[in-house]
């Protein structure tokens, strides 16, 4: 009697041993795991957890202390496009450099859907798009745009993209870039860009 018992015990020592060794393997690959989940990551998992017909909205903290209202609408490698939204409807549409980001305000739903294991499979094919291939799309239409600076707010028209920067043509909103209208240009670094509203 008393070795069965003893069996017993050693038997239940190594079940709990065993699941305690499942339970530390299981937390440090969760750990690991988050250690390389990125912003972007997170992000796309939020927007992909948005049912169909069901408005997605996001609050977005910039680095310069504005919070925006957003509507996501396309997600790149390094960028964000939204419709900006208000108390009341539509504002215009933006587009937010992930650098410019200095919070996420998420829910409870949204926070567990941000969490998710990536899907294996690639995603579309504008998700690999960087910022400055959409600020040159910009300036091949011509779109009068508003940029939020680190200096301040300033509108006009992209005149060129270069590597790290790009050249404004400053006029006001609502004017066609013409030379009577073109009060400078301005050379504009990209990391300096909190917001794109379109205009």
């Known amino acids: 009697m008393r070795w069965d018992d003893l069996f017993d015990d050693l038997e239940g020592q190594l079940d ?26 997170r992000l796309s998992n939020v927007v992909r957890s948005a049912s169909l017909g069901s408005a997605l909205r996001l609050r977005v903290v910039l680095v310069s202390g504005q919070t ?16 900006l939204l208000d108390s009341e409807s539509a504002r215009g549409q933006c587009v937010v450099p992930l650098a410019a980001i200095a919070a996420v305000l998420l829910d409870e739903e949204q926070i567990r859907a941000s969490l998710a294991v990536e899907s294996a499979a690639t995603g579309r094919g504008i998700e690999r798009v960087g910022l400055p291939f959409v600020l040159r799309n910009l300036c091949r ?4 745009v508003e940029l939020d600076t680190r200096a301040g707010v300033v509108a006009g028209t992209i005149d060129r993209v270069a590597r790290d920067h790009i050249d ?25 860009i909190h917001v794109i509203r379109l205009k």
């Open 141 to 144: 239409r011509r779109r009068a």
């Open 16 to 41: 709990y041993e065993l699941q305690a060794e499942v339970a530390d393997l299981c937390l440090h690959e969760e750990r690991e795991r988050l250690e390389k989940l990125s912003l972007r990551t």
């Open 68 to 83: 925006l209202a957003l509507r996501p609408t396309a997600l790149g490698r390094d960028w964000l496009a939204a419709d």
């Open 168 to 192: 404004l043509a400053v006029h006001p909103l609502g004017t066609l870039r013409r030379g009577p209208e073109i009060a400078h240009y301005r050379i504009v670094p990209i990391w300096q």
